[in-house]
């Protein structure tokens, strides 16, 4: 990993000490602490328990973990996350890049997912391209 790379889990022992912190605290205290955050913040702690709940025991304790340390990685920067059409077709077209690399024909993935040969070769070189430049180092 290059210096630069290392540098984004600089503080990682800041981060596992306030976690620390924030589980020691009685529960009464520590609704109080998870109230006072931005409602953004809040907004994410429910989605997270609610999408825990089935999953873990005391999903609350979770999800509440997992927007301190979202904050600390992606606090204060603006950030895009894809929704729903954008993030579909990002998903199906790694799947179709998947699928191709496992053997799938192009009539077959045509078919699938209605589209046409050149969209599937479009794809499929958009996706070889995106795997390239994360395996491989830019030399230029």
């Known amino acids: 990993m290059s210096e630069q790379q290392l540098d984004a889990f600089a503080d990682s022992e800041d981060l596992q000490q ?31 328990e609610a999408e825990l709940k089935s999953v873990v025991k005391n999903p609350e304790h979770h999800a509440q973990r997992l927007v301190v340390e979202l904050a600390n990685y992606l606090g ?11 993030l579909k077709t990002m998903l199906r077209n790694i799947a179709i890049y998947n699928a ?15 589209l046409t040969d050149v969209q599937i070769y479009a794809i499929i070189k958009e996706q070889t391209l995106a795997e390239r430049a994360r395996r491989q180092f830019n030399l230029f």
Do not use: C, W
Not at 18 to 43: C, G, H, K, W, Y
Not at 100 to 114: D, M, P, T, V, Y
């Open 18 to 48: 306030l976690l620390t912190d924030i589980d020691s605290l009685p529960p009464e205290l520590r609704a109080d602490v998870f109230n006072r955050l931005p409602a953004m913040l809040q907004s994410l702690v429910a989605l997270f």
């Open 76 to 86: 204060g920067i603006q950030t895009y996350i894809p929704r729903n059409d954008k």
């Open 100 to 114: 191709h690399n496992r053997g799938a024909s192009i009539e077959k993935l045509r078919a699938e997912h209605r």
